[in-house]
């Protein structure tokens, strides 16, 4: 790839100077992201408060705080929706990745623009087309690789099938809207006449009826799982998350079915239970809603059990679950999209644990709730900063040939040739022979990682 000078710039000791720089050569810097408490040094400079962040259909308070305390621009509603040179990131939160088709036009957006979608994502955002997705994983590897979903029953295609399973058991299934969140639509059911007769389809799953308990309440985690990139997969799974509790002791009692605030753990429910309790103090024993730092310390601490392997287990089945919707997505990305830059997406993943700690996947939420109570801001603010640095976000072309002089001086920058601002050629999913050659020599060798490593590099 050509470069545009020679000199690069000395990257500045302190962590809060504005710009972060990439590990890489000719790769321009990002701007940096900081938590609540924390301020740049030296100061962000005006003419780069000018980037801009659209969000047409409104944004969660910590990500509206992480993107105001960076000084940047922020534009919702309809003025999001307008098109300006100045704008580096979009963030969409309309639930349509939920629906069985994209309706985002991925192929018109801007190159320097980053959105916190990908195309595709309803194969593993619903819980029907997941289902669909995971069968076949489940089939081709096998249930020992695969065997984290409860069985999942898509009616009204699977219902003679499901009928014919709850004559012979009189377990309980659960009944899910394939396409709603929040808790919205679902209640178990342990007879026939209940399962749904509609035209749309619903998802009857399996329920898991021997939850591992803690002060006898059932109990899920909501887990942070960021993908940036689906040629090649790369997935980052946040270490904290929340654990969220039911607000009434466990029991199978049938007589017991159709209590929620028994067997449903999303806050959503259980925050309208008289007997809810919100957690004011992150790391200790109590509430309705713990931090996942404070549930593994009472493993060691109250219960004496080794978590690590059943985190291990966890971390498994979120990468396997993004790799039920690889091929889809990969496909769609390489139709729609030209830039490697243009997508991130940030998942809840809901993990459930049996009494024997072993993780089930109860769903994927394609745009989690980012809540700014005391615990939720205590997990999710951090979260949101280490997301966004992750990502990165570089400065839009027309700053930089605007301002670039200026930006330099405000932060006591060396004069350099090299732009700050995004290139496209960096992230440009065009190849040539020798990039083509690469990938063929590297997807067919043989190599151990030491190898592999010190030949590609």
């Known amino acids: 790839m050509e470069t545009q000078g020679t000199e690069e710039y000395e990257q500045p000791s302190t962590s809060m100077f504005p710009l972060r720089y990439s590990l890489f050569p000719n790769v321009p810097p990002y701007i940096r992201t900081l938590l609540p408490d924390q301020h740049y040094d030296p100061p962000l400079p005006q003419e780069l408060m000018k980037m801009t962040w659209a969000a047409p259909s409104g944004i969660s308070p910590v990500v509206e705080e992480s993107v105001k305390h960076a000084g940047l621009t922020l534009t919702q509603g309809q003025a999001a929706k307008q098109d300006s040179p100045y704008i580096s990131s979009v963030w969409e939160t309309l639930p349509i990745t939920e629906k069985g088709k994209d309706e985002i036009d991925f192929s018109g957006l801007n190159a320097e623009v980053k959105i916190n979608q990908f195309p595709g994502l309803f194969v593993i955002g619903r819980k029907d087309r997941l289902w669909t997705c995971y069968e076949k994983m489940m089939k081709t590897f096998g249930r020992n690789s695969f065997g984290f979903l409860p069985r999942t029953y898509i009616v009204p295609e699977d219902r003679e099938e499901l009928e014919k399973v709850m004559k012979a058991s009189d377990k309980a299934m659960i009944v899910k809207p394939p396409n709603w969140y929040c808790g919205i639509g679902i209640k178990l059911i342990n007879k026939i006449g209940d399962i749904p007769n509609k035209k749309n389809k619903m998802v009857v799953q399996e329920y898991i009826d021997n939850p591992f308990l803690i002060n006898g309440l059932k109990f899920d985690l909501r887990l942070y799982v960021l993908l940036t990139s689906i040629d090649p997969v790369k997935i980052y799974l946040y270490e ?218």
């Open 240 to 457: 904290e998350g929340l654990v969220r509790f039911a607000t009434a002791k466990y029991s199978n009692d049938p007589a017991e079915i159709g209590n929620n605030f028994i067997h449903l753990t999303n806050y959503s429910v259980n925050k309208t239970s008289s007997d809810f309790v919100f957690n004011e103090s992150p790391g200790e024993y109590e509430g309705h809603k713990w931090n996942l730092r404070t549930l593994w310390k009472y493993f060691d601490e109250e219960l004496g059990v080794d978590w690590r392997p059943v985190w291990e287990a966890t971390k498994d089945v979120c990468v396997k679950t993004v790799l039920c919707g690889h091929q889809h997505i990969k496909q769609e990305f390489s139709r729609q999209l030209k830039s490697e830059y243009s997508c991130y997406k940030l998942f809840g993943f809901d993990i459930f644990f049996d009494q024997h700690l072993k993780p089930w996947l109860l769903e994927v939420n394609n745009i989690p709730s980012i809540h700014i109570n005391t615990i939720d801001a205590f997990v999710n603010r951090p979260m949101v900063a280490e997301m966004f640095n992750i990502v990165g976000f570089h400065i839009p072309k027309v700053i930089a040939a605007k301002h670039q002089k200026a930006i330099e001086d405000k932060l006591k920058m060396s004069r350099s040739e090299q732009s700050l601002g995004h290139d496209h050629r960096v992230y440009s999913r065009l190849r040539n022979k020798e990039d083509i050659a690469k990938t063929e020599q590297f997807s067919c060798d043989d190599l151990c990682h030491e190898e592999y490593l010190e030949r590609i590099l």
